[in-house]
C-alpha cells in the first residue's frame, strides 16, 4: 500500500466514525461555534491607528513613538474646524462652543483655541510686526471719535449719520470707506434675500490683529471609550449637540465640522465595519446563489453553509484568542474567508454527489449510501484539499516575517482559517450531511457546465503565441506601475472628516500635514529652525520661543499711548431708535450715497457703486412690504450692521492691556504644547505647497531632512510607510512565490508540470500588475496583498487541474466538460463572490483591494482553464468511463 493509499484509507476510517457519531459531532460543533461566537464578540477589539499597521521595530516608527511620548497632548486628537460668515461670527462661535465642550470634563480632556483665550486678547497686539501696529494705533487714532459716539449711542441712526459725515468732501477725517461700504453691500442683499449676515468689525476696526480670520479652530483631547465601536462616538456627538444648541449653522452663518487623527479612525472605522458586514453579507448570498446553481440541492447548500458559518467563526475566535484585535485591513478576513473557504465544501459535496450516483442502485438503504458516498468523497478529496489549505496558507504567511503588521494579522488569521476550514470540512461537514442524508437526482450524471473542443495542435499553437502576446503587452507596463502611500485615499471620500481635511490641505492657511522634532535645549531648537525655515520647500519653522515678542518695549510703550487715547465706554446694546427714525436714517444714506458717487472717489468708487445698486434694490422691496413686516426687516437690519460691534470693542478694550511675555509668564496651554515631558523643545515645521499629492510632499520631507535625518510627522510617516510596505510587498511575493515552488517541485515531482502550474499564474500577475495601470488603481496599503494572496489562491486550481490532465488526459472528452472544470469554475465563483463584495465597500481602501482580487481572480480562472490543457500534449487515449 503506498503512502497515499494509506492516508486515503485513514481518511475513510475517520469519516465512517465522524458519520455514525453524527449527532455528537454536530452538537459539539454547534456548542464550540456558539462560544466562539460570544468569546469573539466580547473580546476582539479594534485598533483604527493608521501608524500601527506597521511595526514598531522600524526606525521611522521609533522616532514617531519617541516624539508622542514627549507630546501625548498631540495623540488622539480631535479638530474642530469653525467656519463664519465673517471673522466675529467665527470667533464668537468659537468662544461659546469651547466654553460648552469644557463644561463637560467627562467627554473632553483638553479643549485647547490656538489664538484664543485671555492670554491672546490681552496680548495680540504684541505679535504684530513694530510697522504693522503703528499703521493700526494711527487708523485707531483716526477712527476713535466715531467709535467714541457710537458706543454711546450704538444705534442704525447714529450709525448711518457717521458714515454720512465720513463721505462728505469736508469730513475732518479721510478714510478709505471701499470696506464698509462692501460689508454694506452684502448686508443689504442678504437682508432683502432672507439671508442670515453680519458686518464685519473685527475685519473695519482691526483688520490688521493677528487670529482676524473667517475660519478658527478648536482642538479637543476626547476621553475615549475603548469598549464601544466607535471610541470616539459620544465626544464627536457631544459637539455636534453643541452646535446645534448654540444655532452655529448655516441659518446663523456658521459652519461646524470635525476632523483630525480621531474623527478621521472613528468615520474610517464605521465605514471599515459597514462595508465589512454588508461585504459579508452580500458575499454570502451571492456564494449562496452560486452554490445552488452548482449543486442543484438545498441540503448540500444548506451544509456547506452551515461550515462555513462554522468555520468563519471559529478563525474569528482564533483571532480573538491569539491576536486579540482587529485592524483596518484585517477586519476584511470575515469576506476573503467567505470566499475562500467555502471551497472546501464545494469540492466534498461535489465529490459526494458523484460518488452516490456511482453506487446507485448497489445498496438498498440510503443511510448506508450516503456513509459510504461520504468516505468516497472525502478519502478522494481529502489530500487534495490539505494540500490547497498549505498552498493558500502560504499566500497569507508570506506577510507575517514583513514590517507591514497590518496585513501580517491579516494573513496570520486567514492563514490559520483555511486549516480552520479544513479541519470543519473532513469532520463538521461530513456529520451534518450524514444527519441530513441528502439525495442526489440522476438528471445529474454526465452534466455539464461547458463544452469545448479538443484542442489540437493548431489551437495549442494559438493559445500559446496568444498567451506571449498578452504577456509581453502587460510586461511593457511594469514601469508605470505606482504605489500610492497616502492614508487619506484609502478612507471614505465622503466622510466629512476626509472632506475637511481635504479643504484645509487646499485652502487653509495652516496645513495640517507638519513636520516635528524636538531639541534639549531652547537655543539649539531655534537654531534648527533657523536652518528649517531657509530650506526650499519650507514656509516656516516655529519654536515656543516665537510666543515671546520681540520689540516689546516699543510696543508697550504704543500700545500705552492709545490706550489713553482709546478709552471706549462698553456700548450698551438695548438701545435702538424708533421705527420711522431708522427708516429715515436709510433713506437719507441712500441720499447721502448719491452725492458722494457724483465726485471722484478713486479706489472707493466701485464699492459705492455696488451699494448703491444693493440699497436701491434693498429699497424697492422694502417699500413693498407692510408696516410690520418693515420692522422686523428694520430689526433685522440693526442686528446684521451693529450686532457684532460691542464684542469688538470689548477686544480692543481687552488688547490695551498688554504685559510684557515671558516664556516664564506663557499659559501652560501653550508650554505643553512646545515642551515635552521629557524637557524636549519642540520645532515645528510647515510647508509651503499642498502637500495633497505625492510629489510636493517628497520635496518638502526631502528638504527637511537634509537638516534634521530624525524628524517625524505626518508626510514622513505616510512616505516611509510606502516604502516599508513596498518593500514587504516584494519580500511577501518572493516568500509565497519560493515556498510555493518548492510545494509543487515536491508534491508533483515534476519541474514540468510544476511550471504548467505556475505559468498561468505569472500570466495572471502580468495582467493583474497591467491593469492596475490601465485602469488607473495604484496599489496602497489595502490592496497590495493581492498578487501574494492570488499566488496562494490561484496554485489550488492549477493543482487540481494538472492533476486531472496528468491522470485522465483526453481520455473522456474535452477538458471544459469535466467535473474537475465544473469545480474549479464554481470554486472560482464563490471565491470572487466573496473578493467582489469587498468592492463595493464606502472605505476606499477595502474597495480597490476588491477590485484587485476580483480582476486577479478573473485572470488566474481563464488562464487556468485555457492555457494549462494547452500546455499538455494534444494525443488522444482511449476514452475511460470513470468521472472524476
Excluded at 475517520?14 to 454547534?30: H, S, Y
Excluded at 440693526?638 to 492691556?657: E, K, R, Y
Aim: charged share 15%.
Amino acid at each position: 500500500m503506498t503512502s497515499q493509499q494509506r492516508i486515503e484509507h485513514w481518511l475513510a476510517r475517520w469519516v465512517d466514525l465522524m458519520t455514525r457519531r453524527a449527532i455528537w459531532v454536530v452538537v459539539l460543533g454547534a456548542l464550540i461555534t456558539l462560544g466562539g461566537g460570544w468569546y469573539s464578540a466580547t473580546h476582539l477589539t479594534m485598533d483604527t491607528n493608521n501608524a500601527d499597521l506597521i511595526s514598531k521595530r522600524v526606525g521611522w516608527r521609533q522616532d514617531s513613538v519617541a516624539y508622542q511620548k514627549a507630546f501625548p497632548i498631540y495623540v488622539d486628537n480631535l479638530a474642530v474646524v469653525v467656519d463664519g460668515a465673517t471673522p466675529d461670527l467665527a470667533s464668537s462661535a468659537v468662544k461659546r462652543l469651547a466654553k460648552t465642550l469644557r463644561s463637560q470634563p467627562e467627554l473632553f480632556e483638553s479643549v485647547y483655541v490656538p489664538g484664543g483665550g485671555k492670554f491672546f486678547a490681552r496680548n495680540g497686539l504684541l505679535y504684530l510686526k513694530p510697522d504693522k501696529l503703528n499703521a493700526l494705533a494711527n487708523r485707531l487714532v483716526r477712527i476713535q471719535p466715531l467709535l467714541g459716539r457710537l458706543s454711546t449711542d450704538p444705534t442704525l441712526v447714529t450709525f448711518f449719520d457717521l458714515l454720512g459725515q465720513a463721505m462728505a468732501p469736508d469730513a475732518p477725517v479721510q478714510l478709505s470707506l471701499s470696506p464698509v461700504f462692501g460689508e454694506l453691500a452684502d448686508v443689504f442683499d442678504a437682508n432683502r434675500r432672507g439671508h442670515f449676515d453680519q458686518m464685519s468689525w473685527q475685519g473695519l476696526i482691526g483688520g490688521d490683529q493677528p487670529g482676524v480670520s473667517s475660519q478658527r479652530f478648536i482642538i479637543v483631547k476626547p476621553r475615549l471609550d475603548y469598549d464601544a465601536l466607535l471610541p470616539a462616538a459620544a465626544p464627536m456627538q457631544a459637539i455636534r449637540d453643541g452646535a446645534t444648541k448654540l444655532h452655529l449653522d448655516a441659518a446663523h452663518g456658521v459652519r461646524v465640522r470635525q476632523t483630525g487623527e480621531v474623527a478621521l479612525s472613528d468615520e474610517e472605522l464605521q465605514s471599515v465595519t459597514q462595508g465589512a458586514a454588508w461585504g459579508a453579507l452580500a458575499a454570502t448570498l451571492l456564494v449562496g446563489i452560486i452554490l445552488y446553481m452548482g449543486l442543484r440541492s438545498w441540503a448540500l447548500m444548506g451544509a456547506s453553509l452551515a461550515s462555513l458559518v462554522a468555520g468563519l467563526v471559529g478563525t474569528a475566535t482564533f483571532a480573538a484568542l491569539f491576536v486579540g484585535r482587529l485592524n483596518l485591513i484585517s477586519i476584511a478576513f470575515a469576506v476573503l474567508y467567505i470566499g475562500l473557504g467555502i471551497d472546501y465544501a464545494i469540492h466534498v459535496c461535489l465529490r459526494y454527489r458523484e460518488a452516490m450516483l456511482e453506487q446507485e442502485g448497489e445498496l438498498a438503504e440510503h443511510a448506508l449510501a450516503v456513509r459510504r458516498a461520504l468516505q468516497t468523497a472525502i478519502s478522494d478529496v481529502g489530500v487534495s484539499l490539505a494540500l490547497c489549505a498549505f498552498t493558500t496558507a502560504a499566500g497569507f504567511f508570506a506577510f507575517i516575517p514583513t514590517s507591514y503588521s497590518g496585513v501580517a494579522e491579516l494573513g496570520l488569521i486567514s492563514g490559520v482559517g483555511m486549516f480552520i476550514s479544513l479541519v470543519v470540512s473532513l469532520t463538521f461537514l461530513p456529520a451534518v450531511l450524514a444527519l441530513m442524508k441528502p439525495r442526489v437526482p440522476a438528471r445529474f450524471r454526465r452534466r455539464r457546465i461547458l463544452q469545448a473542443p479538443f484542442i489540437g495542435q493548431r489551437s495549442q499553437r494559438t493559445i500559446w503565441a496568444g498567451a506571449i502576446i498578452v504577456a509581453i503587452a502587460c510586461a511593457a507596463t511594469l514601469p508605470f506601475i505606482s504605489f500610492n502611500p497616502s492614508t487619506l485615499d484609502l478612507k471614505d471620500p465622503n466622510s466629512e472628516s476626509v472632506k475637511t481635511y481635504r479643504d484645509l490641505l487646499a485652502h487653509s492657511a495652516h496645513s495640517p500635514l507638519t513636520l516635528e522634532t524636538t531639541r534639549p535645549t531652547l537655543a539649539a531648537a531655534q537654531r534648527l529652525a533657523g536652518q528649517l525655515a531657509a530650506q526650499p520647500h519650507v514656509a516656516s519653522a516655529r519654536t515656543i520661543g516665537d510666543y515671546v515678542p520681540s520689540h516689546q518695549d516699543q510696543k508697550l510703550t504704543t500700545i500705552g499711548d492709545l490706550a489713553l487715547t482709546m478709552a471706549l465706554s462698553p456700548p450698551d446694546m438695548s438701545q435702538r431708535a424708533g421705527f420711522a427714525a431708522r427708516r429715515q436714517a436709510v433713506a437719507q444714506f441712500a441720499d447721502a450715497l448719491a452725492v458722494y458717487r457724483q465726485g471722484d472717489k478713486g479706489a472707493d468708487a466701485g464699492p459705492a457703486a455696488r451699494l448703491s445698486a444693493s440699497l436701491k434694490a434693498w429699497q424697492s422691496w422694502f417699500a413693498k412690504l407692510s408696516a410690520s413686516r418693515q420692522r422686523d426687516v428694520l430689526s433685522g437690519l440693526h442686528d446684521a450692521i451693529l450686532g457684532g460691534f460691542a464684542p469688538q470693542v470689548a477686544a480692543l478694550s481687552a488688547s490695551m492691556n498688554a504685559q510684557r511675555i515671558t516664556l516664564a509668564n506663557l499659559p501652560p496651554a501653550i508650554r505643553h504644547r512646545w515642551i515635552g515631558r521629557d524637557g524636549g523643545y519642540r520645532v515645528e515645521v510647515e510647508p509651503s505647497g499642498n502637500l495633497e499629492y505625492t510629489a510636493p510632499m517628497k520635496a518638502f520631507v526631502a528638504s527637511a531632512q537634509q537638516i534634521a535625518p530624525h524628524i517625524t510627522g505626518a508626510p514622513v510617516l505616510e512616505l516611509a510607510a510606502g516604502r516599508t510596505v513596498s518593500q514587504a510587498f516584494l519580500q511577501a511575493f518572493v516568500y509565497a512565490g519560493v515556498f510555493i515552488t518548492l510545494f509543487l517541485l515536491v508534491l508533483l515531482r515534476s519541474i514540468v508540470d510544476t511550471l504548467r502550474v505556475m505559468a498561468p499564474l505569472a500570466l495572471s500577475g502580468l495582467i493583474l500588475s497591467a491593469t492596475t495601470v490601465w485602469l488607473g488603481i495604484p496599489f496602497n496599503f489595502a490592496n497590495v496583498i493581492a498578487l501574494p494572496l492570488l499566488l496562494g489562491v490561484g496554485v489550488d486550481s492549477g493543482i487540481h487541474v494538472v492533476h486531472r490532465l496528468r491522470q485522465h488526459h483526453r481520455d473522456d472528452g474535452p477538458f471544459l466538460g469535466t467535473s474537475t472544470a465544473r469545480a474549479v469554475v464554481l470554486s472560482s465563483l464563490t471565491t470572487m463572490a466573496g473578493f467582489g463584495s469587498l468592492a463595493f465597500s464606502h472605505h476606499a481602501g477595502t474597495a480597490s483591494m476588491g477590485q484587485l482580487l476580483t480582476i486577479g481572480m478573473v485572470a488566474i480562472l481563464v488562464t487556468t482553464l485555457i492555457v494549462v490543457p494547452s500546455l499538455f500534449g494534444t494525443r488522444q487515449r482511449p476514452a475511460r468511463n470513470k468521472n472524476v
